[in-house]
């Protein structure tokens, strides 16, 4: 017999797994690497869409906001109280504290 695991939950373990790609773009921005900017941007609108998707719609407004920032910000002003908030806001979707399930992803 084969279990499956609810898409919703499934999700919501996967946005821990999130919280440290973001981390690690973060850093690779602030080493300088010169094509982080773009990998960083495409991995937020990624995690807006799908966060959205599922009914994460803090998770979702600030990845949107800070693609905005990341787009529009030489990366040399790029400070780390930016990515806090979402990477909080990971950490308590992750656990079931800020979402209600969508009505079908």
Do not use: C, N
């Amino acid at each position: 017999m084969t279990s499956r695991i609810d898409p919703y939950v499934a999700y919501r373990l996967q946005l821990l797994q999130e919280g440290q790609t973001l981390r690690s773009f973060w850093e690779q921005l602030g080493q300088g690497d010169p094509e982080a900017r773009e990998r960083l941007a495409k991995f937020l609108h990624r995690l807006h869409g799908t966060s959205g998707t599922y009914g994460f719609d803090r998770v979702s407004e600030l990845a949107r906001s800070l693609q905005d920032i990341v787009v529009a910000r030489p990366p040399r002003i790029l400070d780390e109280a930016l990515v806090e908030p979402l990477l909080g806001a990971l950490l308590e979707a992750s656990l079931g504290q800020e979402a209600t399930e969508p009505a079908s992803p």
